[in-house]
């Protein structure tokens, strides 16, 4: 046997020793150990899916019902006394009259638990209402969904409800409600659109510091123009350094940083997501320094221009188109980026997002993710319209 | 009349791109540098307008010593200078108009065209330029929407804004056809013939150096190996100059 058939027998046996059935069955084992443990330590549990699924069905609802518009309202009331237990005060029927809605009952006086007709006549027809008990003292209890027919007249039963006994008389209210005027936006939909300015002023304010900073220090942070003497060349470190550190730092945990710094609110926002556009436009913007085709420097040059032209007419053309497009991006992911920035204490509307949310109150939290969604949508489509315009 | 004396380049890495080159060109010479890549053909023509810095040696050209010019005089001098290149070097995000005026920079304020406004003649030169080198309809295009042969006009048409008495093209027709290469060297041809320019041009193909130069200089190592007229070149020459295994590839 030669050397060489030596080593070519040599070798698929040294790969079946890397994928021994020792080994493999071993490294098998670690595996499933392994994902056991991560099974329990994220409290991994598939059956809270189904479970869980009702509420969820519940909130999706509600955020898809938006509390966005309103409409005045308008409201007719009737009154009935009723006395529990009966006793002297010996309460009437309300008059009957021709035009005005009135009630009728079963029975003046009785024991609570015992059933009770309420009837109502002359109200506004196919309209939507609410009986409620309201004892002499004590709260007031809703106790049944009117629903007026097209004569205006309605008839329920309902079960006398468990008041202390009481000398004084108990009322019965029916209360119809219903929409008049033009829907208009409701007070939720006012603080969003405030709220949104806010984020929309926030996002500009940070991607015009980034804008500001970054331009500068693109030149610093450009290998090209930095490579030239060693003190410049530390610089081009240093400045790339902090750039990638700084980028590398979520802008979330930013906004942490600088809510605990300035407060929360949307100031904190500006520095945080300012932050990180300083040294995201500053690494986009350096690269495109750095990409600067020399041909055409060398061109303008050579017809005897000067140094401001050769800038203006060979290095301006070919770093302030994408220079615009790189900014137009950042605003576009600062957009997004400040509508949860509230979130850690950035201001914006994610601040008040957050609040409704913690609160239950979906139907608001609602109409800031609608606003979201169309602002961010909208940036994305005026954005990706302008880079093309431009570059 | 261009004279070198004595240039050398040696680059910041210790290459030796020109060696003690000397030659004379006459006005309105058509001389075609030939040599293989690396042999400091571009590095030649650069020192010239002092694109690049010469290590040693003295470039007179009409009497003045250019190596010795500076700052404003420097610029007076390389407005007469047009040069063309390889890669057309247009300034690709700007329309054809504005490269062709941009040959203009160094006559016009700098004030004035900072901020993009040219004299009106020179606007009507600018199209004049494009009219003659045949592409007056690309006017308001992007430099980069044009084809290669295209933007090589652009780069005429800008160097013949300058009012240029000597043209140092580098490889003109390195990226273009033959077809395209003929009808870009006879622009040159053109203003050699008709208006007397030099013309200092490097070349690729020896069989388009025979057809348009008046002289050869040919360069090896960053030595000049031949100076002659084109019919001096036969096949020992073209081996000296291009090394033993070279075969000629003819260009028509
Ligand atoms: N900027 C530079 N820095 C260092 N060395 C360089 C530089 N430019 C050119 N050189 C070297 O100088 C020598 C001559 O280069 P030059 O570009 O003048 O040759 P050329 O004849 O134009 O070649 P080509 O036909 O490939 O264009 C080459 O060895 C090249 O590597
Ligand atoms: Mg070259």
């Not at chain 1, 004892?135 to 006398?160: M, Q, Y």
């Not at chain 2, 920079?105 to 494009?130: H, I, Q, T």
């Amino acid at each position: 046997m030669s050397a060489e058939e030596d080593r070519r027998q040599e070798i698929p046996g040294r790969r079946r020793g890397l994928f021994s059935s020792r080994r493999l069955i071993l490294g098998i084992v670690v595996a499933v150990v392994v994902y056991a443990f991560a099974w329990q330590i994220t409290e991994i549990d598939l059956k809270k899916l189904v479970t869980g699924a009702p509420d969820m069905v519940h909130i999706v609802k509600q955020l898809l019902q938006p509390d966005l518009l309103t409409r005045d309202k308008e409201y007719q009331r009737a009154y009935a006394d009723f006395q529990v237990p009966c006793g002297t005060a010996s309460p009437q029927q309300p008059a009957a009259s021709e035009s005005e809605p009135y009630l009728v009952l079963s029975y003046l006086c009785g024991e609570p638990g015992q059933p009770l007709g309420v009837e109502g006549f002359n109200f506004r027809p196919d309209t939507k209402g609410i009986l409620r008990w309201i004892p002499p003292v004590g709260t007031r209890r809703s106790l049944k969904r009117i629903d007026a027919d097209s004569e205006g007249h309605f008839a329920v039963g309902i079960a006398i409800p468990d008041v202390p006994a009481s000398e004084e008389l108990q009322e019965i209210e029916v209360e119809l409600k219903w929409d008049v005027g033009l829907p208009y936006p409701s007070d939720t939909t006012k603080i969003v659109l405030s709220k949104m300015v806010q984020t929309i002023m926030l996002a500009m304010m940070a991607t015009t510091v980034g804008v500001f900073l970054a331009v500068p220090l693109s030149f610093l942070a450009a290998r090209n123009l930095m490579s030239k003497y060693r003190s410049t060349m530390i610089v081009y470190f240093l400045i790339r350094g902090v750039f990638n550190i700084v980028r590398s730092i979520e802008p979330y945990i930013w906004a942490i940083i600088f809510a605990v710094w300035v407060g929360i609110g949307p100031f904190a926002g500006v520095l945080a997501l300012g932050m990180h556009s300083i040294a995201a436009l500053g690494k986009l913007y350096s690269e495109q320094v750095e990409s600067i085709d020399p041909g055409p420097i060398e061109a303008i040059q050579a017809t005897g221009a000067n140094a401001l032209q050769t800038i203006v007419y060979a290095v301006v053309p070919q770093i302030v188109p994408p220079y615009i497009a790189f900014t137009i991006y950042r605003w576009d992911i600062n957009v997004r980026m400040s509508t949860v920035i509230g979130f850690v204490g950035g201001g914006g509307i994610g601040f008040i997002l957050i609040q409704w949310v913690n609160l239950l109150q979906y139907k608001k939290a609602g109409v800031a993710v609608w606003a979201i969604v169309i602002v961010v949508w909208t940036m994305d489509v005026v954005s990706s319209w302008v880079r093309e315009k431009v570059v | 009349m261009l004279e070198i004396q004595n240039l050398t380049k040696i680059y910041d890495g210790g290459t030796v791109a020109l060696r003690n080159v000397s030659m004379k060109v006459k006005d309105g010479e058509f001389l075609v540098i030939i040599g293989l890549s690396g042999s400091g053909k571009s590095t030649l023509l650069r020192c010239i307008n002092r694109l690049i810095e010469p290590t040693e040696g003295r470039i007179i050209w009409d009497g003045v010593d250019v190596t010795q010019l500076s700052g404003e005089e420097l610029r007076k001098t390389r407005r007469h200078i047009g040069m063309i290149f390889q890669q057309f070097n247009l300034v690709r995000r700007s329309s054809v108009l504005t490269n062709v005026l941009s040959g203009r920079l160094g006559y016009v304020s700098p004030w004035r065209s900072a901020v993009g406004r040219f004299p009106k003649k020179d606007v009507e030169k600018a199209m004049g330029a494009l009219r003659q080198v045949g592409i007056l309809d690309q006017a308001y295009k992007r430099a980069d929407e044009l084809s290669g042969g295209q933007q090589q006009r652009v780069g005429i048409a800008r160097a013949l804004m300058q009012d240029p008495t000597l043209i140092l093209a580098d490889e003109p027709v390195a990226s273009l056809d033959p077809a395209t290469s003929h009808s870009i060297l006879r622009y040159l041809e053109e203003l050699n013939r008709e208006k007397g320019v030099t013309v200092l041009c490097s070349l690729h193909f020896l069989s388009l150096a025979r057809a348009y130069a008046t002289r050869i200089l040919a360069l090896k190592d960053g030595e000049v190996v031949f100076e002659g007229s084109p019919a001096e070149i036969d096949d020992a020459r073209f081996k000296e100059i291009y090394g033993e295994d070279a075969i000629q590839v003819e260009i028509r």
